[in-house]
C-alpha cells in the first residue's frame, strides 16, 4: 500500500470522529490500491464477499455513515478516493432497499447459493439490534458467513 494511504490511515485510526467499521472499510478498500498483479488477494478477505457486507452494513447506519465518510472525504481526501465509488453508490441511493437487494444478490453468488436472501437479511437485522457498537455485529456476521466458503 502506498505509504500516503498508510499515513491517512493512522491518522484516520486515531481520528474519535470515524467509526471502527468506516476506519475498516477505508483500510480494506485502500488495500487494494496499487496492485494490479492481485497480490494482495492473499492478505485480504475476499472482495466479492466482502465488498457487498461492508455494503449491507454501512447501509444499516446510512445517514451516519454518509456524514462520517463525507467528514473523511474532507479530513483525507487521498484516502477518500479508495472509498469514493462505495460513498457514491450509497448516497444516491435513497431508496436503500435497492441496493440492498442488489448486495445480497452479489453476496449470495459469491457464497454459490448458500445462504437466502432471507437468512442474509434475518442475520443482519438481528446482529444489528443485538449489538450496540455495528462493529460487533459485522464482526458476528463475518464469523457466520465464514461457514460457508471456509
Known sequence: ???????ELQKLYDDTHVSPLVQEVCEYYASGIDYEDGSYME????????EPVYTLFLLQRRESILDELSYVRKKYPHLFTCV???????LIHMDVSSLEKENVQKLISA??????????FNKIESLCSRYENISDALDAF???IHNFYS
Request: hydrophobic fraction near 30%; glycine fraction near 0%; proline fraction near 6%.
Open 142 to 144: 463475518c464469523s457466520w
Open 43 to 50: 492478505e485480504i478477505e475476499p472482495r466479492e464477499i466482502f
Open 111 to 120: 457464497l454459490n447459493d448458500k445462504p437466502d436472501s432471507d437468512e442474509i
Open 84 to 90: 469514493e465509488q462505495l460513498y457514491e453508490d450509497i
Open 1 to 7: 500500500m502506498k505509504e500516503s494511504f498508510t499515513l
